[in-house]
């Protein structure tokens, strides 16, 4: 069982605005603003989409964007592309150089 | 755009030691990143396991302190993992990553290495 939790699915059609929560505790995604998350086609090598809860590294399009509230930090994907269409991950700094991870939600592109 | 590339040890055995390499692309191994690997049990979710400096300094998650090593060898632009005493719940594709500072985000994957463990 994952630290972090994650919805396991989510999906939406080309175009539209989809959001995936990450909720955990005031040990970790509660108390530090070190929230990442990554997006991986089997296969291949995950990608960094976000770090420190709401950056884009360069490279990663506008249309993903993250945020926190409280315990829960969420990944926002708008104007979808069948090419999002893969799984996602977050991650959270929990203290003491350890770091947590979602489960993972599978987001498919109708 | 950095690359890392995992070897492919496939299969070891139980109680025996698991040895991964990652391979780096030239001119970012004695950067100041750190260097580590990530693994996940099939059906299951992501851990961090810990990462190494090239400066000789390490990091590992604690419930793999006692039988894990990661070291960085700048001459030959790899980094590696031991793990020592594996059983079945070892079975796992390993990743091995960048991170700019401990704990914070990893800025770089490799595409993973399923690694089983089994006789």
């Known amino acids: 069982q994952s630290a972090l939790t994650q919805p396991p699915s989510a999906s939406g059609s080309p175009g539209q605005s989809v959001t995936i929560s990450c909720t955990g505790t005031?040990?970790?995604?509660?108390?530090?603003?070190?929230v990442s998350w990554y997006q991986h086609h089997p296969g291949k090598a995950p990608k960094l989409l976000i770090f420190?809860?709401?950056k884009r590294p360069s490279g990663v399009p506008d249309r993903f964007s993250g945020s926190k509230s409280g315990n829960t930090a969420s990944l926002t994907v708008t104007g979808l592309q069948s090419e999002d269409d893969a799984d996602y991950y977050c991650?959270?700094?929990?203290?003491?150089?350890?770091?947590?991870f979602g489960g993972g939600t599978k987001l498919t592109v109708l | 755009q950095v690359q890392l590339q995992e070897s492919d040890p496939g299969l070891v055995e139980p109680s025996g030691t698991l040895s991964l390499t990652c391979d780096v692309s030239?001119?970012?191994?004695?950067?100041?990143?750190?260097w580590g690997w990530v693994r996940q049990p099939p059906g299951r979710g992501l851990e961090w396991l810990g990462a190494?400096?090239?400066?000789?300094?390490?990091n590992y998650n604690s419930p793999f302190k006692s039988r894990l090593s990661i070291a960085v060898d700048r001459s030959r632009n790899h980094f590696s993992l031991e793990l020592s005493s594996v059983t079945a719940a070892d079975t796992a594709t390993y990743y091995c990553?960048?991170?700019?500072?401990?704990?914070?985000?990893?800025?770089?994957w490799g595409r993973g290495a399923l690694v089983t463990v089994s006789s």
């Open positions: 990553v960048s991170l700019v500072v401990v704990g914070s985000y990893f800025n770089y």
């Open positions: 030239p001119g970012y191994i004695s950067s100041i990143w750190w």
């Open positions: 190494a400096h090239h400066s000789g300094t390490t």
């Open positions: 005031t040990s970790d995604v509660g108390n530090y603003n070190y």
């Open positions: 420190e809860v709401n």
């Open positions: 991650t959270s700094y929990a203290g003491n150089t350890n770091l947590v």
